[in-house]
């Protein structure tokens, strides 16, 4: 489980979809510098896109013995994490006029999105490589 490669992608994944319950989402700028600062965890669509995202995240990892279920898990993470930067870019644009300024972490999603695709993709590369092991056994096993 933890040698494999797609673990490495996830758990770092899974590290920036939990950093953003700490850190800031904006900074809201007044007249003598920073004036308030948004966290994801104060705005209830936020909070439960990063909740569910990091959850599907961490319990990917523990499917490793279930390869195929990985991959569909990996693949609606994906798709969600879309879904969250989508929904991120519109809020910022929406407030764009109030002194917002966005941090770093705006991007965690779109990181986080992509590195559990090439998680997805290790996955079926490995579930490839059984499945052509099996197969050659069984063949194996009817020449017999």
Same mark, same amino acid.
């Given at each position: 489980?933890?040698?494999?490669?797609?673990?490495?992608?996830?758990?770092?994944?899974?590290?920036?979809?939990?950093?953003?319950?700490? =850190?800031?989402?904006?900074?809201?700028?007044?007249?003598?510098?920073?004036?308030?600062?948004?966290?994801?965890?104060?705005?209830?669509? =936020?909070?439960?896109? =990063?909740?569910? =995202?990091?959850?599907?995240?961490?319990? %990917?990892?523990?499917?490793?013995?279930?390869?195929?279920?990985?991959?569909?898990?990996?693949?609606?993470? %994906?798709?969600?994490?879309?879904?969250?930067?989508?929904?991120?870019?519109?809020?910022?644009?929406?407030?764009?006029? %109030?002194?917002?300024?966005?941090?770093?972490?705006?991007?965690?999603?779109?990181?986080?999105?992509?590195?559990?695709?090439?998680?997805?993709?290790?996955?079926?590369?490995?579930?490839?490589?059984?499945?052509?092991?099996?197969?050659?056994?069984?063949?194996?096993?009817?020449?017999?």
């Amino acid at each position: 489980m933890i040698q494999r490669i797609q673990t490495l992608f996830l758990t770092i994944a899974a590290g920036l979809l939990i950093s953003m319950f700490f =850190t800031p989402m904006v900074k809201i700028m007044g007249p003598e510098g920073v004036a308030d600062i948004v966290r994801y965890v104060e705005i209830y669509p =936020t909070l439960i896109m =990063t909740l569910v =995202t990091t959850v599907l995240c961490i319990a %990917t990892i523990f499917y490793y013995r279930k390869r195929i279920m990985q991959i569909r898990i990996c693949n609606i993470n %994906t798709l969600i994490l879309i879904g969250y930067q989508a929904y991120l870019i519109v809020y910022y644009i929406k407030f764009r006029d %109030t002194g917002m300024v966005p941090c770093i972490t705006a991007v965690f999603p779109i990181a986080a999105a992509i590195l559990t695709f090439i998680a997805m993709r290790y996955i079926a590369r490995d579930e490839a490589l059984v499945m052509a092991a099996s197969h050659l056994r069984s063949r194996r096993k009817n020449r017999k």
